[in-house]
């Protein structure tokens, strides 16, 4: 569906957060070791399926021996580039920018939040968990002298159009999107995972509706 | 990943929702017709594809003469179930599920909603959109009464488990879950959708990384 990182296919990719959440619990638990059988059986793939995804990335684990569960886990935090520092912001404090702000684990991955946006007057000038909302008037020099790296879209579809220019003006290229506006298409040097909930619902509907079939 | 209806693969399900959002857009600019590959160019796939996901599901279009945009999203949306009415409650009332209920166009979806659950005695007896917001004590009367089909789950992962229990017991089998608590091992007989946003910061982290090593 987007961009891949030379061979490796997106599919492979996005089961890389899984592998990662799926090892911290085990870690969590004081698992030190753990057979490509075991880990397939928890995350609800196929043990070659698991075996494959690790070569993809030049293999952790040796024949019947199993994986290292920290060792595992810090590959594959590397390989994810969660180990780095991104300096971030969040852009619309609504609803659902305050739920993205209280609900996500930011610094567990490496972004670390700088900074808030928005444009109702309302807000700006306001505290929020030690941020003072901005508005765009601050914007270009806030990304420069905090050395933003990404920008978390809480916002709307019809406003996000202009909210990433300005974003991509002040330097910006990467972006965590809630709103259906494209990006990816739009500004093709972006890196972009978009959040649409609207499919999520959708997929909920079908398989609702498989099931009644089914049963 | 999870479940499959029949033949049809996950992936092929999880581009549905694309597809549907990709014709309304088209149908709303007054698009009569398109062909597989000018569908395949918006939707960043390949023509192809598009024509071997369509023909999973009985083929919409003739060789050479495209598709009618208002007859697929029809078609589209019954392969969905959207277009039957599912009663649905959110459970948990914070700015997670404040930003749900107001951002979530459930109704377009076939959700149609019925109430709002919370623990927080603070929350319990308020309105919110035009619902009172209910406790457990009201929990088993209100889904039997409501003929409750789906439930929201606005939670943390260290309490869902104890919600999920009460709400399956009150005979409710189908769930968007925002939490990291794994229904669909503990409940086999449940529809479960999940939305893990801590997956797509990491997935945001993998696509700033290898963008950077790219360039």
Redesign the interface.
């Known amino acids: 569906?987007?961009?891949?990182?030379?061979q490796i296919s997106m599919?492979v990719?996005?089961r890389?957060?899984?592998y990662?959440?799926c090892l911290c619990t085990l870690e969590q638990s004081g698992v030190d070791k753990i057979s490509s059988r075991k880990l397939a059986e928890i995350m609800?793939?196929t043990a070659s399926q698991v075996r494959q995804d690790l070569n993809c990335f030049g293999g952790f684990g040796q024949q019947g021996y199993g994986y290292f569960v920290a060792t595992l886990r810090q590959e594959i935090a590397k390989?994810?580039?969660?180990d780095?520092i991104?300096n971030t912001v969040i852009y619309g404090i609504?609803?659902?920018g305050?739920?993205?702000?209280?609900?996500?684990?930011?610094e567990?991955?490496?972004?670390q939040l700088k900074g808030l946006f928005d444009k109702n007057p309302e807000l700006v000038g306001t505290e929020l968990a030690g941020f003072i909302i901005n508005d765009d008037s601050k914007l270009d020099k806030f990304m420069s002298e905090n050395s933003i790296?990404?920008a978390i879209l809480c916002l709307p579809t019809t406003s996000a159009g202009a909210v990433v220019e300005k974003l991509y003006a002040a330097g910006i290229?990467?972006?965590?999107n809630?709103s259906?506006y494209d990006i990816?298409?739009n500004y093709p040097?972006c890196?972009?995972?978009d959040?649409?909930?609207?499919?999520?619902?959708?997929?909920?509907?079908?398989?609702?509706?498989?099931?009644d079939?089914?049963n």
């Open positions: 569906m987007s961009k891949t990182d030379g599919p990719i996005r890389l957060p899984k990662y959440r609800n793939i390989l994810l580039g969660i780095t991104k609504g609803n659902l305050r739920a993205v702000l209280y609900h996500f684990d930011f567990k991955f490496g972004f790296d990404a290229r990467n972006f965590l809630f259906h990816r298409t040097d890196a972009v995972e959040v649409h909930l609207s499919e999520s619902l959708m997929t909920l509907a079908y398989l609702m509706k498989s099931k079939r089914n």
